[in-house]
């Protein structure tokens, strides 16, 4: 099949196995470019593993530590005539890269907020690897299934008030106003439910319980904070709720298995372009001003180049930077005064007319389809592909 792009909406609805092999493979070998991570984990268990910062994770574990991974995802595979998921050939493409350097990888597909989901790692974890060292929690969804059958949905909406400000049409390439409801009470709830701390917690309690958590491991989950311009929406926002939900998680963490050495920290992590941030407004006129800045200062990084700094500069070292709340920043560039004082003088006077000049949407959207595998250097999208590609440790 010949494969092209197909987007709806904020979503692209095909993904290219080569282009995704390759994006991969990019960053695979940057993380050989860098020095190996001195200490860092050896037996590693990654929620939401297959794309954006969980994928870049088990990367970074994987072949700057050296560490057997297994990893969650929930994705799709080809069928005649759809491809797979992006996240299915990236898994694909990563369990077979990790088997040419001699390296443990396995990968359970199924919903992580499941209850048997939970069961199937803990049997896997206990025939092959005893127990682990490193619990990443990177899920990023949009519901939550729960073992009694009830669904949560999350919501992307203000908490209060109404908010209004500008954003930008990224399928016009416009600049406008745009103003963002108020989420009900319900709805808030709902999205701590999704994307607050209770299945994080949830998965510590059953690792622990079944004695598969080593002593003094550690277990990360992913956040975000950001600049005012954005609070309203996100960190003041329904979805902030959530993260604020999650922080409050990692310090009962701490608290709650102190005997067994449990070091839980949040990561704040860098904006960047994923499905989940196209959808949230305003959020993507700011990502594109921001990329613009951090390129030409020299300080622009993907999630692998985070992830990465992440363990070799930050976690991995004899005592982790936090900071007075004990978190890991890696926004600490995207947070910097120089940063964000150009991005409020450029928020103030981006228009549709300069838009392209003030921000950086070929760099958008570059990312945005690079996700899915496409417009990646060397790739011949124009080849007839074979579109199946089987997950090594996956049961066909
Ligand atoms: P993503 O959409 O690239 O990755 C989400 C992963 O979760 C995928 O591997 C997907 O297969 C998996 N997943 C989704 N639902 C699942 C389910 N029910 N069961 C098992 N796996 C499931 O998202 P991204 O952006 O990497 O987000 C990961 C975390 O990082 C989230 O907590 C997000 O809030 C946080 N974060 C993201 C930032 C950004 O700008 N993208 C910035 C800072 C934090």
């Avoid at 077979?96 to 803990?122: P, R």
Wanted: proline share 4%; net charge negative.
């Amino acid at each position: 099949m010949i494969v092209t792009p197909k987007t709806r909406g904020f979503i692209c609805t095909t993904a290219h196995k080569d282009g995704c092999k390759a994006n991969v493979k990019r960053q695979i070998d940057y993380v050989k470019s860098q020095p190996k991570v001195e200490n860092g984990p050896k037996k590693v268990l990654v929620i939401g593993a297959s794309t954006g910062y969980g994928l870049a994770s088990r990367i970074s574990a994987a072949f700057g530590c050296g560490a057997a991974t297994i990893g969650v995802i929930f994705d799709k595979p080809a069928d005649r005539k759809r491809t797979a998921s992006a996240g299915w050939y990236n898994t694909a493409a990563f369990e077979e890269f990790a088997a040419q350097d001699g390296l443990y990888a396995k990968t359970i597909n199924g919903d992580a907020f499941s209850g048997a989901v939970k069961q199937q790692v803990i049997d896997l974890i206990r025939q092959d690897l005893g127990q682990i060292d490193l619990f990443v929690y990177s899920l990023a969804a949009p519901r939550r299934k729960c073992d009694d059958g009830t669904t949560y949905t999350s919501v992307l909406k203000t908490t209060g008030e109404s908010y209004t400000n500008i954003t930008v049409d990224l399928a016009t390439n416009t600049v406008g106003e745009v103003t963002v409801e108020p989420a009900t009470p319900e709805e808030v709830e709902a999205t701590v439910k999704v994307m607050g701390g209770e299945d994080w917690s949830d998965w510590v309690k059953a690792l622990s319980d079944a004695g598969v958590l080593a002593q003094n491991a550690i277990t990360l989950a992913y956040s975000y904070i950001g600049p005012k311009i954005t609070w309203p929406i996100y960190y003041n926002g329904s979805i902030g709720a959530a993260k604020k939900d999650l922080y409050q998680t990692s310090v009962k963490l701490n608290e709650q298995y102190k005997d067994l050495g449990l070091k839980a920290y949040i990561s704040v992590n860098k904006a960047l372009v994923t499905q989940a941030s196209a959808a949230i407004p305003v959020v993507p006129l700011y990502i594109t001003i921001l990329y613009k800045l951090m390129k030409q200062m020299g300080i622009h990084e993907g999630c692998i180049e985070q992830m990465y700094r992440m363990f070799a500069q930050k976690l991995y070292i004899p005592t982790p930077e936090v900071d007075e709340q004990g978190q890991l920043r890696l926004d600490d560039w995207e947070m910097r005064e120089d940063v964000q004082s150009k991005v409020d003088e450029l928020w103030s006077h981006v228009t549709t007319e300069n838009l392209k000049e003030y921000a950086d949407i070929d760099g958008y959207w570059e990312d945005f389809y690079g996700m899915f595998g496409f417009g990646i250097d060397g790739v011949d999208y124009d080849k007839d592909i074979d579109i199946e590609a089987k997950i090594p440790s996956i049961p066909e």
